[in-house]
Nanobody, 129 residues
């Protein structure tokens, strides 16, 4: 059974940093694109970043470009989202999701694409002074 587990969320002051982790089990990471999404209270889920199963394709939402970095460690079965220069508007529940590369070798950050089959339970990120 495919399983994704997020961790690393918490409370941080504006300008601070957090590193989120998405640990997977039940499949080989190389064969799945991984996306990070977030949802703030009262708002729709939005795409933040993604990395394809082969590591050569990454994407970022305009709102996080230059501040967030996505990466993967196949040996640890984990995808990371390094978040720097955090802003209050980055607050929300962050989810990772997986899509098989047989569907596409190019990942997407479109939250409504319907392409991501498996989702984690989410981790809360709160940016506040």
């Amino acid at each position: 059974q495919l399983q994704l587990v997020e961790s690393g969320g918490g409370l941080v002051q504006p300008g601070g940093s957090l590193r989120l982790s998405c640990a997977y089990s039940g499949f080989t990471l190389n064969y799945y694109n991984i996306g990070w999404f977030r949802q703030a209270p009262g708002k729709e889920r939005e795409g933040v970043s993604c990395i394809n199963g082969f590591g050569y394709n990454t994407k970022y939402a305009d709102s996080v470009k230059g501040r967030f970095t996505i990466s993967r460690d196949n040996a640890k079965n984990t995808v990371y989202l390094q978040m720097n220069s955090l802003k209050p508007e980055d607050t929300g529940v962050y989810y990772c999701a997986a899509e098989p590369t047989t569907r596409s070798r190019v990942c997407t950050t479109a939250a409504r694409s319907g392409r991501y089959d498996f989702w984690g339970q989410g981790t809360q990120v709160t940016v506040s002074s």
